[in-house]
């Protein structure tokens, strides 16, 4: 059974940093690119950053220079790092792999975890 669980998002100051995981199970993760997706209030999903297999990675111009994507697969695990933050980059992050997995035909998508940036 496939599963993304994402965590350690919270509510920072803008110019703040925070690190997001995300935990991958049910598939063989160290064949698989990973990716780092943001939904914001009222807007679409965007993709933000990936990650291939082998370690080759990939940034929104939004982002780029700020974040940074890595993955662990000892541990079946891919990390966003996020410096210098910014009030639009709040947002619910999610995870998904390369291509992008489905159940049942649908897009799967883990929980997701909500990142604040706020004074």
């Known amino acids: 059974q496939v599963q993304l669980v994402e965590y350690g998002g919270g509510l920072v100051q803008p110019g703040g940093s925070l690190r997001l995981s995300c935990a991958a199970s049910?598939?063989?993760?160290?064949?698989?690119?990973m990716s780092w997706y943001r939904q914001a209030p009222g807007k679409e999903r965007e993709l933000v950053a990936d990650?291939?297999?082998?370690?080759?990675?990939n940034y929104a111009d939004s982002v780029k220079g700020r974040f940074a994507i890595s993955r662990d697969n000892a541990k079946n695990t891919v990390y966003l790092q996020m410096n210098s933050l910014k009030p639009e980059d709040t947002a619910v992050y999610y995870c998904?792999?390369?291509?992008?997995?489905?159940?049942?035909?649908?897009?799967?998508w883990g929980q997701g975890t909500q990142v604040t940036v706020s004074s």
């Open positions: 998904n792999r390369s291509p992008i997995l489905r159940v049942g035909g649908e897009i799967y």
């Open positions: 049910g598939f063989t993760f160290s064949f698989y690119a």
């Open positions: 990650i291939t297999s082998g370690r080759i990675t």
